[in-house]
């Protein structure tokens, strides 16, 4: 059974930064896409990032050069290193996973298996 628990969300000040961790149970990263969804109060889910089973990533324009996704397959364990944050990152942060190469970036947030997020607030 494939598990995903999310961890790390925090408050911090404009410019901070934080590191998520998704851990991963149940889950062959070789076999998988994994992904980092966000979602503000009172919006829809926004991709952030996304990293394939061999190593592709992806990154919203919002994030780019900012925000840093990686695996360890060791702690079968999800990141997303989030630099020079901004209060309109502010969200619940889910990570989420299917069968690689069964979606892509703009299939929408509708991965098979999501964690329960975690909350990420940022204060100007």
């Known amino acids: 059974e494939v598990n995903l628990v999310e961890s790390g969300g925090d408050s911090v000040q404009s410019g901070g930064s934080l590191r998520l961790s998704c851990s991963a149970a149940?889950?062959?990263?070789?076999?998988?896409?994994m992904y980092w969804y966000r979602q503000a109060p009172g919006n829809e889910y926004e991709l952030v990032s996304s990293?394939?089973?061999?190593?592709?990533?992806y990154y919203a324009d919002s994030v780019k050069g900012r925000f840093t996704i990686s695996l360890d397959n060791n702690k079968n364990t999800l990141y997303l290193q989030m630099n020079t944050l901004k209060p309109e990152a502010t969200a619940a942060y889910y990570c989420?996973?299917?069968?690689?190469?069964?979606?892509?970036?703009?299939?929408?947030?509708?991965?098979?298996?999501w964690g329960q997020g975690t909350l990420v607030n940022v204060s100007s």
């Open positions: 989420a996973t299917d069968q690689a190469g069964f979606l892509t970036v703009v299939d929408g947030p509708c991965q098979e298996v």
């Open positions: 990293i394939s089973n061999d190593g592709f990533a």
């Open positions: 149940g889950v062959t990263f070789d076999d998988v896409d």
